[in-house]
């Protein structure tokens, strides 16, 4: 593989929309996004860390000092980033669903979903690099960490995410990452 410039990945910016599980996702990089996909707000700037992990079983042999073999034993894949805005959609999605409603006029009130409540969600990052798009896909996921938000002077109140991708026989590929980007092509 040659040494190619143009092949350098900068995610200055992009988008984080949830929907419901089901949720048709776009069919390429370009197409816009459908009817259920609400888009996050703001992040903060350190942007999304997106990681695909596995958990590796040493399979070691009694002639050999290094393990002979090893099997994965479980695969993850998470996304992780601040939600800068701190509204009813935000909240809700933070939490793990729940309720925003309004009581009177201009009182809203948030009520936390039930303890045995799991909230599951189709997820998307997209991100962009000049012409070229970038979304990852997840088709099944749920909020994984506890949110932790400090309320101080000079810092905004962020809802730190991290998501994380939930098997399912139904679903073709747990994630996928679609994208207009030529340099691709050199994978096949």
Excluded: C
Aim: charged share 25%.
């Amino acid at each position: 593989m040659a040494k190619d410039t143009d092949q350098i990945v900068v995610g200055a910016n992009g988008t984080v929309r949830v929907a419901p599980v089901g949720t048709a996702a776009p069919a390429d990089a370009s197409d816009p996004f459908g009817a259920g996909w609400v888009d996050l707000g703001y992040t903060s700037e350190d942007g999304v860390t997106f990681t695909d992990s596995k958990t590796l079983e040493a399979i070691p042999v009694w002639q050999l000092f290094y393990p002979a073999r090893r099997v994965v034993t479980e695969r993850d894949f998470t996304m992780a980033f601040a939600l800068r805005q701190f509204a009813g959609h935000q909240v809700e999605f933070a939490f793990g669903g729940g309720e925003v409603t309004e009581d009177d006029p201009g009182l809203f009130r948030y009520t936390p979903p039930s303890p045995e409540v799991i909230d599951e969600r189709a997820l998307s990052v997209e991100w962009l690099d000049g012409s070229k798009v970038y979304r990852i896909i997840m088709e099944k996921g749920m909020v994984t960490e506890n949110v932790e938000t400090k309320l101080a002077r000079a810092n905004a109140a962020d809802l730190p995410i991290t998501f994380g991708i939930l098997g399912d026989d139904a679903i073709a590929a747990p994630w996928f990452l679609l994208t207009n980007d030529p340099s691709f092509v050199e994978a096949t």
